[in-house]
């Protein structure tokens, strides 16, 4: 199946520095990534959704100066947590379509990454 | 919100069918039924996806009924390797993007 990798798997930052983290796929163009972030023994929570070449979509209460995200090409999509402190601490994970965005789109698959775990200390 | 619901977990005993249960009866008429499993500290794994028609494919089954309201996913022989957190979610078509929103999941924990 399609490959979706993420880098790196795990980080460790001090509080107040900015970290990134790059989602690329490595066999498909992915007009859509998808950024979600998962703590201990919950579900995953989608962050925003970003379209190459556009600005990304957040969901209600994510703080998009605080998580900025950049889809500059089609097989690369960045997360740069700025200014990160402990409660940021997380698993961020990524996510890939290549299918057709819009209501009437195919049941196309959406591929997730190994995920990136961030230690902010 | 997630659009279904699952129960928190199940047991499975090794070599046996695993049936995974999903309840979502708000479902669109063109909303697409996903399932993805987590193993501990991974990323999400793509399973399966159908619409209405029943699936199958090297991992697992898809059983759709027929009034879409609820579907149950089938691992015909589990192994402990399959012992996982099953999410079944439905496509949700927001801003023209295919957003996946995942639930609480179903622990599946497959033994000896």
């Known amino acids: 199946g399609a490959v979706v990798s993420q880098h790196p798997s795990r980080v460790i930052c001090k509080s107040g520095t900015s970290v990134k983290i790059e989602c690329r796929s490595l066999d498909f163009q992915a007009t859509t990534m998808f950024w979600y972030r998962q703590f201990p023994k919950q579900s995953l929570m989608l962050m925003a959704t970003s379209n190459e070449g556009s600005k990304a979509t957040y969901e209600q209460g994510v703080e998009k100066d605080k998580f900025l995200i950049n889809h500059a090409s089609l097989t690369l999509s960045t997360l740069t947590v700025t200014s990160a402190h402990p409660e940021d601490s997380s698993f961020y994970i990524c996510?890939?379509?290549?299918?057709?965005?819009?209501?009437?789109?195919?049941?196309?698959?959406?591929?997730f990454g190994e995920g990136s775990w961030l230690t902010v200390v | 919100d997630a659009k279904t619901t699952q129960p928190t977990s199940m047991d499975c005993a090794e070599g046996r069918a695993a049936n995974l249960p999903c309840n979502h009866s708000t479902i669109s008429g063109n909303e697409y039924v996903y399932w993805y499993r987590q193993i501990h500290s991974q990323g999400p794994q793509y399973i399966i996806h159908g619409l209405k028609n029943n699936e199958t494919n090297e991992m697992a089954s898809l059983i759709i009924t027929e009034d879409r309201k609820s579907s149950t996913l089938i691992l015909p022989h589990a192994t402990l390797r399959d012992t996982a957190v099953y999410y079944c979610?439905?496509?949700?078509?927001?801003?023209?993007?295919?957003?996946?929103?995942f639930g609480t999941g179903t622990r599946l924990l497959v033994s000896p």
């Open positions: 996510s890939a379509s290549s299918g057709t965005a819009g209501p009437h789109g195919s049941g196309n698959t959406i591929y």
């Open positions: 979610i439905v496509r949700v078509l927001g801003t023209g993007f295919q957003k996946l929103v």
